[in-house]
């Protein structure tokens, strides 16, 4: 690795990991696509999406380290949901990431595109994130939690994604989890499915060290940062502005497929 990607790396896992530990995701919605196109740009090394994918599975886990710590005196993190969404995420995350080095490049940003698109359209049709309520007790569907969980986890593992780009709109729309509350636990349920998927892309060789140790130094500078700032931000536009980065991120893979 020479300087320039060393520091191309470094400035890309700042940027992403100060925006998932804020907005609640682990990274990857914008993190898979910029480690794809910005190296070559800058004339640089050229990662594979496999590379990438083996790279965003180590670096989502300290993102997201990073954003829980953040919010762990908050009252934000609702244990009961993580537990029965965190555990069927992190099975559905080691198949799908064990599985993924049998698919083709194109394969996979096909369905980065499937899931960008999807948590568009759910974020599109979510006017307003339901508001915490002090001393309402959390209810959810827990079959659909532990179901929906499990299937992110599989279809994410195969990108090395924690799945939040996806986890937080269904959350919000189909689960009706006040926004914070989402933000908060989503960060804590993507860690545990970016063990998974570490898991998985280790295990069939998917990994370049170095660069996943650049990236992990910039997470854990700047996720915890961000965290600290998304809870003083307008929930309102926290939402708009997840909904924004992925629609400019499915736009740019879709364009490549086509």
């Given at each position: 690795m020479d300087i320039t990607f060393?520091?191309?790396?470094?400035?890309?896992?700042?940027?992403?990991?100060?925006?998932?530990?804020?907005?609640?995701?682990?990274?990857?919605?914008?993190?898979?696509?910029?480690?794809?196109?910005?190296?070559?740009?800058?004339?640089?090394m050229a990662l594979t999406a496999h590379e990438v994918s083996g790279i965003s599975a180590i670096q989502v886990f300290f993102a997201t380290l990073g954003g829980v710590w953040a919010y762990r005196k908050s009252g934000f993190l609702q244990k009961r949901l993580i537990m029965y969404m965190g555990s069927s995420i992190l099975i559905g995350s080691i198949i799908g990431s064990y599985l993924s080095h049998l698919m083709s490049e194109k394969g996979m940003n096909f369905i980065y595109g499937?899931?960008?698109l999807i948590a568009v359209i759910?974020?599109?049709?979510?006017?307003?994130?339901?508001?915490?309520i002090e001393g309402e007790e959390l209810t959810f569907n827990k079959w659909l939690a532990s179901s929906l969980a499990f299937t992110i986890g599989g279809l994410a593992g195969v990108l090395g994604a924690g799945g939040a780009f996806i986890l937080v709109p269904i959350m919000l729309v189909i689960l009706k989890i006040p926004t914070r509350i989402t933000i908060a636990s989503s960060l804590a349920i993507t860690l545990i499915s970016s063990?998974?998927?570490?898991?998985?892309?280790i295990a069939t060789g998917q990994v370049l060290f170095l660069p996943a140790l650049v990236l992990t130094i910039a997470s854990l500078l700047a996720s915890s940062l961000g965290a600290k700032i998304g809870q003083?931000?307008?929930?309102?536009?926290?939402?708009?502005?997840?909904?924004?980065?992925?629609?400019?991120?499915?736009?740019k893979i879709w364009k490549g497929l086509i």
């Open positions: 060393i520091i191309t790396l470094f400035n890309i896992g700042f940027f992403c990991s100060f925006i998932s530990g804020m907005i609640g995701i682990g990274g990857s919605v914008i993190n898979y696509p910029m480690l794809l196109y910005i190296p070559p740009l800058v004339g640089t499937i899931l960008a759910l974020m599109l049709v979510s006017k307003k994130g339901r508001e915490d063990i998974g998927a570490t898991i998985g892309k003083k931000v307008n929930t309102k536009i926290l939402q708009w502005l997840l909904a924004l980065l992925i629609l400019a991120t499915a736009i």
